[in-house]
Structure formats: C-alpha cells, structure tokens
C-alpha cells in the first residue's frame, strides 16, 4: 500500500471517529458518554494495523474535542488513546498471526486437534480481554491522569479517580467492540491487501 492511500485511510478513520463519537452519544455516566469512536479505532488497527489506529484514536479525540469545545480533557485523552493504540495494535498483530497458524493446522490436522484449537481460541480470547483492560488502564487511569495531573496542578490519586468512570467505560466499549473488530476489521484487510495484490499483478 503506497502513501497517499495510507494517509487516505487515516483520514477516513480520523472522520469516522470524530462522526461516531458525535452522532452517537449513549450516557451511562453523569455527564458522560460512551465514546463508540473507539469501535472505528479498533476495527481500523485491526483491518489496517498500529499506525492507523493511533492517529484515529488521538487525532479522532483532537477534532472530537476542537468540534464540542471540550479542550481541557483533551491532551490528557488524546495521549492516553495514543498507549491504548499501541496495545491494541500488538494485540491484533498477535492475533492474526495466531489465527493464520491455527489455519494451516486446520488444514493438515483436521479431526486431531479439534479440542486443541478451541482451548487455544479462548486462551487467546481471555488474553485479549485482559491486554485491553490493562492498556485501557494504563493509558486512561495512568497516562491520562498524569497528563492532567501535570498540566492542572492537582494530586495524580484526584485525577485517578476523576478518570475511573472514563476507564470502566472506554473499556466496556472497547471488549464488547473486540469481536466487531476481529470480523470487520479482516475483512477490511483482506479487501485491502487482496487488491493491492491484484493491482499489482496487473501492473506485472
């Protein structure tokens, strides 16, 4: 994939992201709401790898906020998205490659490993869940509470606890949104990557 499409994707996840966290507004905290742009950055990091995902969760958050007016919450936000990225990023990497190995295994051990691959296959879900709530933590309890900490002069444990509803919320989304990610997100990347692929035969 050259650049110019690569920025092209980016900007697309960054609209969406800005759009969904914007249109689609669920309260489930006093004055707060679950933000749904992160089922755009889970499913754009999985479809189209870290990169993308980062820029769509802390650019997303950038032009959510320039857009709402929200500015004091947004470094602290915008930063913490950037770790939660990254997690997510090592994660799906993990996982595709996972899943590819399982593939060839299904193909040459068919009735041998049934039992094998389902205790794998949760294995590898409840890691994931745990991965997401410890980035989740890292980037929204840690990052972006010492983010704030710094930048308003108050206690990090203030800002700790300030962030807990944002933390068990983001992170709500983010696990119920893993499984949307894992098919949405390879079909995206096989739509990709697979005309990329064409494309460059024809050119050949």
């Given at each position: 994939?050259?650049?110019?499409?690569?920025?092209?994707?980016?900007?697309?996840?960054?609209?969406?992201?800005?759009?969904?966290?914007?249109?689609?507004?669920?309260?489930?905290?006093?004055?707060?709401?679950?933000?749904?742009?992160?089922?755009?950055?889970?499913?754009?990091?999985?479809?189209?790898?870290?990169?993308?995902?980062?820029?769509?969760?802390?650019?997303?958050?950038?032009?959510?906020?320039?857009?709402?007016?929200?500015?004091?919450?947004?470094?602290?936000?915008?930063?913490?998205?950037?770790?939660?990225?990254?997690?997510?990023?090592?994660?799906?990497?993990?996982?595709?490659?996972?899943?590819?190995?399982?593939?060839?295994?299904?193909?040459?051990?068919?009735?041998?490993?049934?039992?094998?691959?389902?205790?794998?296959?949760?294995?590898?879900?409840?890691?994931?869940?745990?991965?997401?709530?410890?980035?989740?933590?890292?980037?929204?309890?840690?990052?972006?509470?010492?983010?704030?900490?710094?930048?308003y002069a108050q206690p990090f444990m203030v800002r700790v606890l300030k962030n807990m509803n944002a933390f068990i919320a983001d992170a709500a989304v983010l696990l119920a949104a893993l499984p949307l990610a894992a098919v949405f997100g390879?079909?995206?990347?096989?739509?990709?990557?697979?005309?990329?692929?064409?494309?460059?035969?024809?050119?050949?």
């Amino acid at each position: 994939m050259n650049t110019t499409k690569k920025i092209c994707i980016a900007a697309a996840a960054v609209a969406l992201f800005v759009c969904v966290t914007f249109c689609l507004q669920v309260p489930v905290f006093e004055n707060y709401y679950l933000c749904l742009g992160y089922i755009v950055m889970e499913v754009c990091t999985f479809a189209f790898g870290t990169v993308t995902g980062v820029i769509s969760g802390s650019a997303g958050v950038i032009g959510y906020c320039l857009l709402t007016g929200g500015l004091r919450g947004m470094p602290g936000w915008a930063a913490g998205n950037v770790i939660i990225g990254l997690g997510l990023g090592l994660l799906f990497a993990f996982i595709r490659k996972t899943a590819a190995g399982s593939t060839a295994e299904s193909a040459a051990f068919d009735r041998h490993a049934e039992a094998g691959r389902k205790a794998k296959r949760i294995l590898i879900w409840a890691g994931a869940t745990a991965v997401i709530i410890v980035m989740t933590a890292v980037g929204i309890l840690g990052v972006k509470s010492v983010t704030e900490s710094l930048l308003y002069a108050q206690p990090f444990m203030v800002r700790v606890l300030k962030n807990m509803n944002a933390f068990i919320a983001d992170a709500a989304v983010l696990l119920a949104a893993l499984p949307l990610a894992a098919v949405f997100g390879l079909k995206l990347r096989k739509m990709t990557f697979d005309r990329n692929a064409e494309m460059r035969t024809v050119r050949n």
